[in-house]
């Protein structure tokens, strides 16, 4: 089913305020609001002040709404009067940004989703999506970037956009010379790799010894064939992950279990697979993995409890294979 959009049009006579110049769209731009507004307050506000700031659609936890024409420019992305992100994106801003929670977690569950269908509809790939820090180094979306989940983000919309039918990303490099390889690419992520060249994260984590699947690097040449060294029992994934229930608990559950998930799910980019203290994977269960299989969950269509359970690691070993 497809996601309604209403439509608040900033009024004609401040088009040479708002959004003066055509526009052929060849990106989309994602951004978080500063505040806690809703999307209807956010849009009001936009297309009723008598500044220049614009955007094209603002997402909250419950619909979409529009302020500027597709056919039009908006100055959303500080990058100039003819920069490319003024000139040539579609400015999407997820709300609810400034405190987070639950109407924050639902926004950008939707926005992802709507970001997904747009991409299907212009016939794009993920290589089209942009963050507002692209254009002019601005820290935005400023709270998907303080949490680490860009990359978490784009793979969701990717994975959304397969859902959809939709094209996938660009065609992989490959060099004869050394049998089919892929290129790393500006923005892209491993599992996104891994999806659009038909193997497994692991797979190509084995094949060319990656043990942090968030730490590839542009111009990094990946191959996508050849032997995995795997062990002699013929197990597809490096993935291992523990049967039974887990759940935030007092105290905190922890163990070499709690880590199987955690870089699990970082394989997939819903875990920040970082060693600061507290923050990546320490085999704790606590609130950060919770919120990871709670988004997890939310995509793939399970009950967002957060707790992980049979289903929730069936779907995550289905990914993986």
């Known amino acids: 089913m497809s996601i309604a959009v209403k439509k608040r049009l900033v009024p004609s006579d401040k088009y040479a305020l708002k959004c003066p110049n055509p526009m052929e769209p060849e990106y989309i731009t994602i951004h978080n609001t500063a505040n806690d507004a809703s999307a209807a307050n956010e849009i009001s506000y936009m297309t009723g002040n008598s500044e220049s700031t614009s955007y094209h659609f603002a997402v909250d936890d419950k619909e979409v709404i529009q302020g500027i024409p597709l056919d039009r420019n908006a100055w959303h992305s500080g990058d100039g009067t003819n920069g490319t992100g003024n000139r040539k994106s579609i400015g999407v801003e997820i709300c609810y940004s400034k405190s987070g929670g639950a109407r924050y977690q639902a926004a950008e569950t939707l926005a992802i989703k709507f970001v997904a269908q747009l991409l299907k509809e ?13 254009w002019n180094g601005k820290y935005c979306p400023h709270r998907i970037l303080s949490e680490g989940r860009w990359d978490q983000v784009k793979a969701a919309i990717a994975a959304e956009l397969e859902c959809l039918g939709g094209k996938k990303v660009s065609s992989p490099t490959k060099t004869k010379a050394s049998g089919e390889t892929y290129t790393v690419k500006k923005g892209d992520v491993l599992s996104v790799i891994a999806q659009k060249n038909g193997i497994s994260v692991a797979t190509l984590q084995s094949l060319n010894g990656i043990k942090n699947p968030n730490l590839i690097k542009v111009g990094q040449v990946l191959k996508l064939t050849g032997s ?40 997939l980019h819903y875990y920040p697979d970082k060693s600061a203290k507290n923050f990546g994977i320490d085999g704790a269960y606590g609130a950060k993995t919770a919120n990871a299989v709670k988004r997890f969950q939310s995509m793939y269509g399970l009950s967002a409890d957060g707790t992980y359970g049979p289903k929730t690691k069936a779907k995550i070993e289905a990914l993986l294979k």
């Open 122 to 134: 212009r016939g794009w790939g993920v290589d089209k999506i942009r963050k507002h820090q692209d």
């Open 228 to 267: 995995t060294g795997s062990s002699s029992s013929g197990k597809k994934s490096s993935f291992r992950l523990p049967a039974g229930i887990f759940k935030v608990t007092s105290p905190l559950t922890r163990g070499e279990a709690v880590k199987q998930i955690q870089t699990a799910l970082a394989a």
